[in-house]
């Protein structure tokens, strides 16, 4: 992600600070417990829109 951030020009280098230090953060919450009962990463969209399709299914299925 630095790398990406610093090769792109885009951001001087208290932005990119502040980006990594949230993606860390972020990052920490994500590996730890959490309160949802189902994670989606956003990889790509299509992908991402499937595996909630597939959520949302799984939750319907006890009141069917």
């Known amino acids: ?3 990406r951030l610093v090769n792109r020009g885009t951001d001087d280098a208290d932005v ?3 980006r990594l230090k ?3 953060v972020e990052f920490e919450i994500l590996s ?3 309160l949802a ?3 989606v990463v ?3 969209l299509e992908q991402a829109v ?3 399709r597939e959520i949302i299914a ?3 299925e006890p009141y069917k």
């Open 1 to 3: 992600l630095r790398d």
């Open 16 to 18: 990119v600070q502040r």
């Open 22 to 24: 949230r993606a860390e």
């Open 32 to 34: 730890g417990p959490t």
């Open 37 to 39: 009962d189902h994670k």
């Open 42 to 44: 956003n990889d790509g």
């Open 50 to 52: 499937e595996a909630v």
């Open 58 to 60: 799984k939750e319907r």
